[in-house]
């Protein structure tokens, strides 16, 4: 009876073919680490440049995968009155103190979900809102969840919307976006120029209304409408 293995003679070479797909798949885990290094290092620095940087990210969750087009950033308890913690810690607001690099996740309207990244040295509390991408993956699947959309570049074109397209809920509040669980924030395959970052007054706040913290990539379909707070009046 011959017996066949697959265990090579000592000194005979591994094949070509399958030693180069080995080195490739090599080569891409270390450039996947280090993305992720830098990544949350520049999520662990100043919101304004996390702010800017997460443009062209991509988050994946629920089967879909977004490139990240428009954002808000919020500074927390430093002097903005726009932030869920300006006024301090509560149970809603506590991931926002850090680390950074976890999600934020609130209920709006009675009816909306919403995700943030924290960033910023631990207390700092500040946080970047994720208002609208470009569904990149898992088109399907963001077109079942949405299904009374027609047009694809606006499946995520809102904080809102980006939740309902990706089947963010509740459940993401304080995951840590930089590891491999259900909800995955990744770098973009390049940096977006600056030159092609716009920016501007942040939507529906009602405080800091006219502080330009609000970064999209210019002429992108997917990003979403300004509309300024108005009051409500009480009759």
Known sequence: MMVHSDRRPAGLAEPAGRAESAGRAESAGRAESAGLADLADLLAGPVLPAARGLLGCRLTAGGVTVRIT???????????????????????????????????????????????????????????????GEVVDGLAVARARRPAVRRDVDLARGPARLCAALGIDRSAYGIHLLGDGPVRLRPGDAPVPADAVAAGPRVGV??????????????????????????????
């Not at 996740?105 to 609208?132: D, I, K, S």
């Not at 992108?220 to 509309?227: E, F």
């Open 70 to 132: 428009e954002v808000e950033a919020y500074a927390g308890t430093a002097g903005d009155p726009a932030s869920h913690a300006h006024r301090g810690r509560t149970p809603r607001n506590a991931v926002m103190f850090g680390p950074a690099g976890h999600a934020y996740v609130y209920f709006t309207y009675g009816m909306h979900w919403c995700v943030n990244v924290v960033t910023g040295p631990a207390g700092e509390a500040a946080a970047v809102l994720l208002r609208a």
């Open 206 to 235: 009602t405080g800091a209304h006219d502080v330009p913290w609000r970064f999209w990539i210019a002429g992108d379909p997917t990003v979403s409408a300004y509309r300024r707070h108005v009051p409500r009046t009480r009759r």
